[in-house]
C-alpha cells in the first residue's frame, strides 16, 4: 500500500527544474473576443455553401478617415428577407441532356453493378452488367457549383436463379453515395457609408496600445476574427490578419488633386514585441489590373510612440472606381503574438507632403474607477464604509494633436444610475494641463494628469440590494475645432462580491516560476468579513499548463508579507487553470466542502503551485497594481515584491447572504508545512505553521524511509539525487523535496 501511494505522490508531484523568479507571457486567445463568431463575407459554412450570403460592397467616397474610437466594420448580418435579397439555387444532379435536375427520390453509385444468373442445372453463373448512365454532377461546397459529367449506375445488384421457380433477388446498396441535394446561395448588396471594412480579422481595442493618440487602435496578431490562432501549437510565420477597405471611387481625382493617405503605427505596445523579420505591410489595389501592390512596409521591433506613415497616390492606375487599401501583418500564426497598432488612417485630397498632424484632441484610454485603489468591491462593504472611499488620484490621459498650444477649459466626470443623472465632479482645467499656470495644452503632447474627488460625488450607498453598477461619462474639450467623439470616455462602475485590481483583460500571461514557488496578492479590505473561494482568470499562453497543479492559499498579514496559513488545499485535492474564453471570464475556485475562511482587513491571496511552469494567470497591464503582487521561490521564507508592471487577475469572493443556502461553514486554520531550500544538496529545514513539530520521517521514491528525526533539520549529502518525501507525525500529507 505504502509503495502505491510513493507512486502515486511521484506521479503527482514531478517537476521540470529551472531558473526561479517571475516571468511574463504572450496569450494564446484573446478572450475579448472568444466565441464571438462572425459571418465574414463568402464564408460558407463546412461542406455546402447552403443558406449563406454573397455580400457585394458598396463603394465610398473621400475623404476616408477612421480613428477607431468607434466601430466602423461591416457587419454580415443579412436576413432572407430582407429587402433586396437574391438567391440562386444550385441542385446536385441534373440530368445529363435537359439538364433538369433529377427527381428527390433518385439514388445512384459510381461502382459497375450487374444482374447475375446462375443456372442450378449447369451449375453455372453469368454477369450483365447495367448500362451506365451519365449525370452532371456539382460540388455544392463553394458557389459557383462545377458540374463534371459522371456515368452513374442503379445503386443494387439481382439475383436470378434458373430452375428454381420465383427466385429472383435484389441486394441494394447501402447508404448510395449519389442522390439529389440543393444549396441555396443568398446574394445582397452592402449600402451602410458608414462601415468602412470589408472584414474584422485585426482586434479593435482600447488597451493594448501604449499612450495612443485617442481612444481606439486596431491591433495586428496571430488571432484571427474570433480570437483563436490561425495555427495553434505551431512555430509558422506567415501573413496573418487582414484590414481591408471598401472599393473608394478615386476616377473623378488626377495626381494633381494631391491624394494622401496617412495613418499612425506603433509597435508592441503592450503587447508581445514583433521580431524584426516580423512586418506590417500597405497595399494598394489597382481596379483594372486586378493586383495588389505594396507600397509601404515597416519591421518588427521593441516599443516607440506612434509614427507616421504618409504616402502620395500618384500611379494613374490607381485612380480608378473601385481602387482599395489593406493592411497585413507577417508574424508568428500561434497567438496574441508580434504586435503592431494601427490608428488615424486618412486618405484625403489637398494634403501635402508633410501634412502628418492629426490635428485632434482626445481622451487616449476609457475612464477608470472612481473607487480608491479597486475597480470594484462588494457592495456592502462600500454600503458599510462609503467615507474617504472615492477616488483621491483619479487618472486622465488626453492628447493635443495641435501644433500650437490648446485652451484648457473644466472637465467634468458624470455618474448615472439606470440612466438616471446621479451626480458629477469636475476635472480642473489646470490639473488636466499637468499644473500649466496658463491652463494651457501643450503641443503634439500626451497630458497626463491626477485628480482629487474624494471630497466630491459618493455612490449612493442607499441603494438595495447585492450587486450594483453605475454609468461613468467623463468629459473635456479645447477651444480648436476637433473631433468631438474623442472629447468624452465612458466606463461602468461595478459593485459586486469581490475586491479587483483589474479592468477585466488580460494583455499578458504571468506567474512565479520554480518549483513550490507562490503567489500572494494583498488586499486591504474596507472590513473584515469571511471569504468563499477565489476568482481567477487563467489565459493559454505558448505553453499549455492546464494540466499542472496547484493548492490554493490565503494568508494572514504579516508587516507587509504573507504570515500564517488561514486556508491552504488539501494536497491531495490540488486545482489546475481552468480557462474562461470570454471578456471578464472568471472562473470561480471555491474553498473546499464550501467552507469559509474569516479574514480581517488586510490579508493575501494566491497559490502554491507544485511544477516550475508560469501558470499563467492574466496581467493587466493597463493597471499597475504590482506593489501588491508577492512571490516566494523558497518555500514562503523570504517574498518578493513584483517587478512586473500590472495587475493580477485575481479576485477574493465574499461570502453574502447565499451562503445560508449553499451551507458554508467556517473553518479554522490547517497545519502548514514548507521545506527549504529546495532543490538541496545538503541541509534541509522544515517549517511548521498552524501545528507543533513532533518529529519526521524522510521516504526514498521507492518508498524506503531514510531518515525519522526529532528535529525539524536533516542532511541528504550523503543520499542520491532524486526525489524525496518528508512526512511529519500528526500532520497528514506530504512534502516532496529534490536532491541535485
Known amino acids: 500500500?505504502?509503495?502505491?501511494?510513493?507512486?502515486?505522490?511521484?506521479?503527482?508531484?514531478?517537476?521540470?527544474?529551472?531558473?526561479?523568479?517571475?516571468?511574463?507571457?504572450?496569450?494564446?486567445?484573446?478572450?475579448?473576443?472568444?466565441?464571438?463568431?462572425?459571418?465574414?463575407?463568402?464564408?460558407?459554412?463546412?461542406?455546402?455553401?447552403?443558406?449563406?450570403?454573397?455580400?457585394?460592397?458598396?463603394?465610398?467616397?473621400?475623404?476616408?478617415?477612421?480613428?477607431?474610437?468607434?466601430?466602423?466594420?461591416?457587419?454580415?448580418?443579412?436576413?432572407?428577407?430582407?429587402?433586396?435579397?437574391?438567391?440562386?439555387?444550385?441542385?446536385?444532379?441534373?440530368?445529363?441532356?435537359?439538364?433538369?435536375?433529377?427527381?428527390?427520390?433518385?439514388?445512384?453509385?459510381?461502382?459497375?453493378?450487374?444482374?447475375?444468373?446462375?443456372?442450378?442445372?449447369?451449375?453455372?453463373?453469368?454477369?450483365?452488367?447495367?448500362?451506365?448512365?451519365?449525370?452532371?454532377?456539382?460540388?455544392?461546397?463553394?458557389?459557383?457549383?462545377?458540374?463534371?459529367?459522371?456515368?452513374?449506375?442503379?445503386?443494387?445488384?439481382?439475383?436470378?436463379?434458373?430452375?428454381?421457380?420465383?427466385?429472383?433477388?435484389?441486394?441494394?446498396?447501402?447508404?448510395?453515395?449519389?442522390?439529389?441535394?440543393?444549396?441555396?446561395?443568398?446574394?445582397?448588396?452592402?449600402?451602410?457609408?458608414?462601415?468602412?471594412?470589408?472584414?474584422?480579422?485585426?482586434?479593435?481595442?482600447?488597451?493594448?496600445?501604449?499612450?495612443?493618440?485617442?481612444?481606439?487602435?486596431?491591433?495586428?496578431?496571430?488571432?484571427?476574427?474570433?480570437?483563436?490562432?490561425?495555427?495553434?501549437?505551431?512555430?509558422?510565420?506567415?501573413?496573418?490578419?487582414?484590414?481591408?477597405?471598401?472599393?473608394?471611387?478615386?476616377?473623378?481625382?488626377?495626381?494633381?488633386?494631391?491624394?494622401?493617405?496617412?495613418?499612425?503605427?506603433?509597435?508592441?505596445?503592450?503587447?508581445?514585441?514583433?521580431?524584426?523579420?516580423?512586418?506590417?505591410?500597405?497595399?494598394?489595389?489597382?481596379?483594372?489590373?486586378?493586383?495588389?501592390?505594396?507600397?509601404?512596409?515597416?519591421?518588427?521591433?521593441?516599443r516607440t510612440p506612434f509614427k507616421a506613415g504618409h504616402i502620395k497616390l500618384s500611379d494613374p492606375k490607381y485612380f480608378k472606381k473601385g481602387f482599395q487599401f489593406r493592411f497585413k501583418n507577417y508574424g508568428a500564426l500561434s497567438g496574441s503574438l508580434d504586435h503592431f497598432h494601427l490608428d488615424y488612417v486618412h486618405l484625403r485630397t489637398n494634403s501635402q507632403y508633410n501634412d502628418t498632424l492629426f490635428v485632434d484632441f482626445a481622451f487616449s484610454y476609457p475612464v477608470g474607477s472612481l473607487l480608491k485603489t479597486y475597480t470594484s468591491v462588494p457592495w456592502d462593504h462600500f454600503k458599510n464604509n462609503p467615507s474617504g472611499k472615492m477616488n483621491d488620484n483619479f487618472k486622465v490621459d488626453v492628447y493635443n494633436g495641435s501644433v500650437v498650444p490648446a485652451n484648457s477649459k473644466d472637465g467634468k466626470v458624470e455618474i448615472f444610475y439606470n440612466a438616471l443623472f446621479e451626480g458629477r465632479d469636475t476635472l480642473y482645467a489646470q490639473l488636466l494641463c499637468e499644473g500649466d499656470i496658463t491652463s494651457n495644452y501643450q503641443p503634439r503632447k500626451l497630458h497626463t494628469s491626477y485628480h482629487d474627488l474624494s471630497t466630491g460625488y459618493v455612490f449612493d450607498n442607499s441603494k438595495p440590494g447585492n450587486y450594483q453598477s453605475f454609468d461613468l461619462l467623463a468629459t473635456a474639450t479645447v477651444q480648436y475645432s476637433n473631433l468631438p467623439q474623442n472629447d468624452s470616455t465612458t466606463g461602468v462602475q461595478f459593485f459586486s462580491n469581490y475586491y479587483s485590481y483589474d479592468d477585466g483583460t488580460a494583455e499578458a500571461a504571468y506567474g512565479p516560476t520554480g518549483s513550490q514557488a507562490r503567489l500572494a496578492i494583498r488586499y486591504n479590505a474596507y472590513e473584515a468579513d469571511s471569504l468563499i473561494g477565489l476568482s481567477m482568470h487563467f489565459v493559454p499562453s505558448v505553453n499549455d499548463v492546464s494540466n499542472k497543479l496547484f493548492v490554493i492559499s490565503v494568508w494572514a498579514n504579516n508587516g507587509g508579507v504573507p504570515g500564517s496559513l488561514l486556508y491552504e488545499d488539501n494536497v491531495f485535492f490540488p486545482r489546475s487553470p481552468i480557462y474562461s474564453n470570454e471578456r471578464n471570464g472568471f472562473i470561480n475556485y471555491y474553498f473546499k466542502d464550501t467552507m469559509k475562511v474569516a479574514v480581517g482587513t488586510t490579508y493575501f491571496v494566491g497559490w502554491r503551485q507544485f511544477d516550475s511552469d508560469r501558470l499563467n494567470i492574466g496581467l493587466d497591464r493597463n493597471i499597475d497594481r504590482s506593489s501588491n503582487t508577492l512571490y516566494s521561490v523558497n518555500g514562503g521564507v523570504s517574498w518578493n515584491t513584483s517587478s512586473i508592471p500590472g495587475s493580477v487577475m485575481i479576485r477574493p469572493i465574499y461570502s453574502t447572504g447565499m451562503d445560508a443556502e449553499l451551507g458554508v461553514e467556517k473553518i479554522t486554520p490547517q497545519p502548514r508545512v514548507t521545506a527549504f531550500p529546495n532543490p538541496t544538496n545538503d541541509q534541509v529545514y522544515v517549517k511548521v505553521e498552524n501545528s507543533e513539530f513532533t518529529g519526521l520521517e524522510v521516504y526514498s521514491i521507492q518508498g524506503q524511509m531514510i531518515i525519522n528525526s526529532d528535529e525539524a533539520q536533516f542532511s541528504l549529502r550523503d543520499h542520491p539525487q532524486g526525489i524525496y518525501f518528508i512526512k511529519l507525525n500528526g500532520i497528514p500529507g506530504v512534502v516532496k523535496i529534490v536532491k541535485q
Open 1 to 302: 500500500m505504502r509503495t502505491a501511494f510513493f507512486i502515486f505522490a511521484c506521479l503527482v508531484f514531478t517537476t521540470k527544474l529551472f531558473g526561479q523568479g517571475e516571468e511574463i507571457g504572450p496569450l494564446t486567445a484573446n478572450p475579448d473576443i472568444a466565441n464571438k463568431k462572425t459571418v465574414l463575407p463568402m464564408k460558407a459554412a463546412a461542406g455546402t455553401f447552403d443558406s449563406t450570403f454573397i455580400y457585394f460592397p458598396d463603394t465610398l467616397n473621400l475623404p476616408f478617415f477612421d480613428e477607431f474610437s468607434k466601430d466602423h466594420f461591416q457587419k454580415y448580418n443579412a436576413t432572407y428577407t430582407d429587402p433586396g435579397v437574391t438567391s440562386d439555387k444550385k441542385y446536385r444532379i441534373l440530368d445529363n441532356g435537359t439538364l433538369l435536375p433529377i427527381p428527390n427520390n433518385v439514388f445512384l453509385t459510381g461502382q459497375q453493378t450487374y444482374r447475375r444468373t446462375y443456372d442450378v442445372t449447369s451449375n453455372t453463373q453469368t454477369d450483365a452488367n447495367f448500362t451506365a448512365t451519365p449525370y452532371k454532377v456539382g460540388d455544392l461546397s463553394s458557389y459557383p457549383v462545377n458540374y463534371v459529367t459522371t456515368n452513374l449506375y442503379p445503386p443494387y445488384y439481382i439475383y436470378d436463379t434458373i430452375g428454381v421457380p420465383d427466385v429472383s433477388d435484389t441486394v441494394w446498396i447501402v447508404d448510395p453515395e449519389y442522390f439529389q441535394d440543393s444549396a441555396t446561395q443568398f446574394f445582397i448588396g452592402l449600402n451602410d457609408p458608414n462601415a468602412y471594412w470589408l472584414d474584422n480579422y485585426a482586434y479593435r481595442n482600447y488597451r493594448f496600445a501604449y499612450q495612443p493618440r485617442s481612444l481606439g487602435v486596431v491591433t495586428f496578431d496571430g488571432l484571427d476574427e474570433n480570437g483563436y490562432p490561425y495555427a495553434i501549437g505551431t512555430t509558422l510565420t506567415n501573413y496573418a490578419d487582414y484590414l481591408t477597405s471598401k472599393p473608394l471611387n478615386l476616377a473623378p481625382y488626377t495626381d494633381a488633386d494631391s491624394i494622401y493617405f496617412s495613418f499612425l503605427v506603433q509597435p508592441e505596445g503592450f503587447g508581445d514585441v514583433p521580431e524584426a523579420s516580423d512586418s506590417l505591410v500597405l497595399e494598394f489595389y489597382a481596379k483594372d489590373l486586378d493586383q495588389w501592390f505594396r507600397v509601404w512596409s515597416m519591421n518588427g521591433g521593441a
